[in-house]
């Protein structure tokens, strides 16, 4: 039976060898995870359970003090991962299944947060709602403390819950209006209906998008470092260790320990959840939803979601306008100062580095999303569960975890005698100034989104087309060109799109790995915010959310079709 | 096809507009040319390491490059490239850093002609860093919200003990930032070199924190805004926010004493470019460059006699200084601010 088996596999890959393009895009796929996932990963495994490490071990799980800390970073991971998915649940019931004005503009709302830098929510928030804030203070009089675990909640799930909202406006969508005509058909009310049909279907996306969210919010290292106040979380933790004592032990050992609750929670949301799916998407959807009728849904739901889209409209005004501003909440005259030292400094470096390496590693990430998924859905080959696993790595993995991994990795060069296998790609002295490290940990970070939209997509389309083509002469490259990337080309787009939004609002993955060549806009405002010259940080974040604005406008020009790209998104999450 | 023909037209466009971006620095790196290039290792306000980095680059010819670090961050960031260092020269920050770094095997020394009007008390015996500005730790407060709270203008140590302040004190994490480092070795000096009193001390004050900052100067802007009473932080941080429009500040001092920083500069040991490094150190000696800070608002007293002392600064002589032993602080921070990280930064609030 195994020998069967074994004779099998061995023959899929005779056949994959026969096929030399294929071969190839296979053997760079590999190389490509091997380097840039699981040697990094592999690293930290090496550090975190060497003898050193587990002094540390005992050291943190038999202290009260870091006890607390994981318990706070798993807490705050679970209440973002709620209140971001009902707040993405509300978005999409809203944009979905009710018939209300201003529908285009809480959507635009609802969107802001993925092209917009980590820290524009958090500091917009300080000035407006902290204990100096103009709403809170000025206004009303009240001295709001914003440090801490309410700030923190509220920041986080306002920048994350997009995630959540495309994810479950796209399988809105996609459900079936015909089950809901039934249950009404049947005499159930639309409460019924909603407790009994459309929640149980939705499921799978709400329990996707809260896992999702909590691995972002445990993941982040940059807010809880601005707006912690007292209550302290492991990334930030290892961020002091990493940058004030360059103490890579104890960043490994506990990278390694944030590790485990995401892990856990993306294997959960692979293997668990998505089997508990109703749901099976045979074309386009017949019909149209029926609206909801009840007032009092309708125009309290549209009250609710109404006034989160202006809180967050208000919040980005405030970016805008602090941009312009002298000193946002004390003087209100305007500059241009601010813009003057964003780009006369070496926020003009910043930028150009940023760009360029984000420029560089959409198409990458791009294209590497797109053959993954083709090899994953229409190749047969023994690995191919481990090759989807192992890119979708590059989310399930925080970044805090995956920047550590490469300063392991990378900072040196890797020898085997004499002889330099690689030489070092991280740090300042590395080949191409650093670049290299910073562009894979982009790439990695990004090839996840592609490649389940293309997975998605490629799902839908007969393979018989392609085999068409292949009985017709057409070898593997000719095929995938030709046939199938046209016809994934929404997916293809998204992946760009996303790419090159993630890369360039990216933070903890890539903040250990800037250098003197490779400048980080994120980490740059990082600078600004901490060092509270949040006039600074609101130019960075204006010039940084036009940058973005302008490439995506780009590629909407150059590739086209702007068909099914929210939707995809939705699934890429 | 047409449109991937496009694409793939766009692609390469960007790759190739990036990569000849990109190349020009690594060539030009590997280039040995005599001040060619000089990378600097920049600890104070940002604004300043712009001022002067561009200040120097019209001047000598030599592109300029810096980055800014924290002074933790920078002792941490030069040991971990202890073998194959990144920067050229360290521009500011205590000198207890310095004198870190010089323990450690970080610094060259270079005794420039320049330093020779520097007072010897400023300056490393060996060379090893240079002292280039000078300035005393201040409480800087919010006058507005001092008020609200029923508080008077703190002016000792214990005033910051006040239930009262609970959530309304920050200063900065001592294992990235000099200042609050020279914070913690200043009540170590005041309890004669005690530093489990001190330990004391901020684990009381520690109850009153809101929040630890990377950067030192971080909470000055905290208090300006209102967030907070009172930060933690130099005084000559203060006077900035003062002048860049934070009208609510006031500045006191702690009628116990108070410590203060020499702001150093030093050459990376192993420099790319060491002689860019050199003149460097000889540039910033000068009056003329000391005199730059106060353009930028950083009103440190330059160590130069000859510069110009702004008259917004805060005058030493006004202020009770404790004796502030920079090579025993030295011997102790890296203890102290494990310890510190390990006790106090993390842990729960009474």
Redesign the interface.
């Given at each position: 039976m195994q020998s069967l088996s074994l004779n099998r596999s061995l023959r899929e890959y005779r056949r994959l060898a026969s096929d030399w393009t294929l071969l190839l895009g296979l053997v760079v796929v590999v190389v490509f995870l091997a380097v840039a996932i699981v040697w990094p990963l592999l690293k930290i495994l090496g550090v975190g359970f060497s003898a050193d490490a587990l002094a540390l071990y005992r050291k943190y799980f038999s202290s009260p003090?870091?006890l607390?800390?994981m318990w706070n970073t798993v807490e705050l991971g679970l209440v973002v991962g709620a209140v971001g998915t009902l707040l993405g649940f509300l978005f999409a019931y809203v944009q979905v299944r009710l018939d209300v004005p201003l529908k285009k503009f809480m959507n635009l709302m609802a969107l802001l947060p993925i092209i917009s830098p980590p820290f524009a929510v958090a500091t917009a928030a300080?000035?407006l709602f902290?204990?100096?804030g103009l709403i809170t203070?000025q206004l009303f009089g009240i001295?709001n403390?914003l440090?801490g675990f309410r700030g923190l909640v509220l920041v986080l799930s306002l920048s994350l819950f997009t995630v959540a909202y495309l994810n479950l406006k796209g399988m809105m969508e996609a459900l079936d209006p015909a089950l809901d005509e039934a249950a009404t058909n049947l005499g159930a009310n639309k409460w019924a209906v909603f407790r009994t049909v459309t929640l149980p279907m939705l499921i799978p996306g709400i329990a996707g998008s809260f896992l999702l969210l909590f691995v972002e919010a445990i993941a982040d290292l940059a807010n809880p470092?601005?707006l912690?106040?007292?209550f302290?979380v492991l990334a930030s933790?290892v961020y002091?260790a990493?940058?004030?004592?360059?103490d890579t032990l104890a960043g490994a050992v506990l990278s390694l320990i944030l590790l485990v609750p995401s892990l856990t929670v993306y294997l959960v949301q692979r293997y668990w959840v998505s089997r508990k799916s109703f749901i099976s998407v045979t074309g386009k959807p017949s019909g149209r939803h029926q609206s909801i009728r009840n007032p009092l849904v309708r125009w309290g739901l549209f009250a609710v979601v109404m006034l989160i889209s202006l809180l967050i409209l208000m919040l980005y005004g405030t970016v805008v306008v602090g941009a312009f501003t002298?000193?946002f909440?004390?003087?209100f005259d305007f500059t241009l100062a601010n813009f003057e030292?964003v780009i006369?400094?070496?926020g003009s470096?910043a930028m150009?580095d940023t760009s360029?390496?984000s420029?560089?590693s959409?198409?990458i990430a791009g294209l590497l999303g797109m053959v993954i998924a083709w090899l994953v859905v229409r190749k047969s080959f023994a690995g191919r569960a481990v090759l989807d696993f192992v890119a979708m790595l590059g989310i399930a993995v925080p970044g805090t975890v995956l920047g550590i991994g490469y300063l392991l990795a990378f900072?040196a060069p890797l020898k085997i005698g004499n002889n330099v296998l690689l030489p070092?790609l991280a740090?300042?002295?590395a080949?191409?100034?650093g670049?290299i490290a910073i562009i894979l940990a982009y790439v990695v970070r990004s090839v996840p989104a592609g490649l389940r939209a293309g997975v998605a997509s490629l799902q839908q389309i007969d393979p018989a087309i392609e085999e068409a083509s292949i009985s017709l002469g057409a070898d593997s490259s000719v095929t995938f060109?030709?046939i199938t990337?046209?016809l994934i080309?929404p997916a293809f787009f998204t992946g760009l799109v996303y790419s090159f939004a993630r890369a360039m609002t990216s933070l903890s993955a890539v903040i250990f790995l800037?250098?003197?060549?490779a400048?980080i806009m994120t980490a740059q405002i990082l600078?600004?915010v901490?060092?509270?010259?949040?006039g600074n940080a609101f130019a960075y974040c204006v010039i940084l959310i036009g940058l973005v604005l302008a490439v995506i406008g780009?590629l909407y020009v150059?590739?086209?079709t702007s068909n099914g790209v929210e939707r995809d998104l939705g699934r890429a999450r | 096809?047409r449109?991937?023909v496009?694409?793939f037209v766009?692609?390469v466009v960007?790759?190739a507009?990036?990569?000849s971006?990109?190349k020009t620095?690594?060539t030009e790196?590997a280039k040995p040319a005599v001040g060619g290039k000089l990378?600097v290792l920049c600890t104070p306000?940002?604004?300043w390491c712009?001022a002067l980095t561009q200040k120097f680059q019209a001047d000598t010819g030599i592109e300029t490059?810096?980055?800014?670090?924290s002074s933790?961050?920078s002792v941490?960031?030069l040991?971990?490239?202890k073998d194959?260092?990144?920067?050229d020269v360290w521009f500011g920050g205590p000198a207890d850093g310095y004198m870190v770094a010089k323990n450690e095997g970080l610094l060259e020394p270079y005794v420039s002609p320049n330093a020779a009007v520097i007072p010897d008390a400023l300056k490393d015996k060996d060379g090893y860093w240079t002292g280039i500005y000078v300035g005393a730790l201040g409480f800087c407060s919010n006058k507005k919200?001092l008020d609200?709270l029923g508080l008077p203008v703190p002016t000792s140590w214990q005033d910051l003990l006040d239930p009262k302040y609970k959530?309304q004190i920050a200063m900065a994490?001592p294992?990235?930032s000099g200042t609050a480092f020279t914070a913690f070795w200043t009540v170590v000096t005041l309890n004669n070199y005690d530093i489990d009193a001190a330990f004391t001390y901020y684990k009381s004050l520690h109850n009153n924190?809101?929040?630890y900052?990377?950067?030192g100067?971080?909470p000055?802007?905290?208090a300006?805004?209102?967030?907070?009473a009172t930060a933690i932080i130099f005084s000559h941080d203060c006077v900035k926010y003062q002048e860049?429009?934070?009208?609510d500040l006031v500045i006191s001092f702690p009628k116990e004493g108070t410590g203060y920083e020499i702001g150093g500069v030093g050459i990376v040991k192993g420099a790319k470019n060491p002689d860019a490094a050199k003149l460097w150190i000889d540039y910033v000696l000068t009056a003329k460059t000391q005199e730059l800070a106060a353009t930028v608002k950083s009103f440190q007293l330059p160590t130069n006699p000859d510069a110009k002392v702004p008259e917004k600064s805060v005058k030493l002589a006004d202020v009770k200084l404790v004796d502030y032993n920079f090579t025993k602080s030295a011997e102790a921070k890296k203890g102290i601010?494990?310890r510190f990280?390990?006790e106090i930064?993390?842990?729960?609030?009474e």
């Open positions: 003090v870091y607390r800390i300080i000035v902290g204990r100096g203070y001295r403390n440090y470092l601005v912690g106040g007292d302290t933790r002091i990493i940058s004030g004592e360059y002298k000193l909440g004390i003087n030292f006369m400094g070496l470096q150009g360029a390496m420029a560089i959409t198409p900072n070092a740090g300042g002295t080949l191409a100034g670049w060109r030709k990337l046209p080309r800037a250098t003197p060549e400048k600078n600004e901490d060092a509270g010259r949040f780009l150059v590739v086209g | 096809m449109g991937y496009k694409v766009f692609l960007i790759m507009t990036v990569l971006g990109c620095q690594p790196q990378t306000q940002e604004d712009v490059n810096y980055v800014r670090l933790g961050e941490a960031r040991r971990a490239g194959n260092p990144e920067f919200v609200s959530g994490h294992a990235t924190i809101l929040q900052t990377k950067t100067s971080a000055g802007p905290m300006g805004r209102g967030e907070i860049e429009g934070m009208t601010t494990e990280d390990a930064a993390p842990a729960p609030k």
